[in-house]
């Protein structure tokens, strides 16, 4: 039962159709609340605590299947969509920016990080295909980093270029 509320992100992995998009959308206002809670810093510890709780309800979840992955498991965009978002709490933090300012930027890490989610390159498919609980998280992981990536590149070229 508390698997199923974790895996599910309370019920979002169940809406069709792309059960992973509607996690990462659910994903979006948690990290906007958990920001204003404490920054940068309250959304990492909270990435690892999703993280650590996503790995075992996903193994909860799992255990004695043949589907490693299933589509209502959405815990694990939670915590790459979170991780996809940091750059621009860290710059809200730092900055004194409101986050909601960065509108671009949330865009963006919402796009990025379902394109390599869906897309599955290089280390976030090798991640896919350990095809047990952690493979399940870490490809999410591996896709928020990519994502992070994406966005930073993005505001430098957004700041740095364009904005000349």
């Known amino acids: 039962m508390i ?3 974790i895996g599910t992100v309370c019920g979002a992995g169940y809406l069709r159709p792309a059960p992973g998009t509607w996690g990462s959308a659910a994903a979006l206002p948690l990290a906007y609340g958990v920001h204003l809670l404490g920054g940068v810093a309250a959304l990492g510890i909270a990435t690892l605590i999703v993280f650590a709780a996503g790995w075992w309800a996903t193994a909860q979840m799992t255990a004695g299947q043949a589907d490693h992955d299933p589509s209502e498991i959405v815990v694990d965009e939670v915590a790459g969509q979170w991780i ?12 004194g920016i409101d986050i909601l300012d ?10 990025l990080f379902r394109l390599f989610d ?12 350990r095809g047990d609980a952690l493979g399940v998280m870490l490809d999410d992981v591996i896709a928020g980093l990519f994502a992070a990536v994406g966005v930073l590149v993005l505001a430098g070229v957004a700041h740095g270029v364009l904005m000349r």
């Open 118 to 129: 869906i897309w599955k390159p290089w280390l976030v498919g090798w991640a896919d295909r």
């Open 102 to 111: 960065m509108w671009p930027g949330w865009v963006a890490g919402f796009v």
């Open 84 to 95: 996809a978002l940091f750059p621009l709490s860290y710059a809200a933090s730092t900055r």
């Open 3 to 5: 698997a199923r509320a």
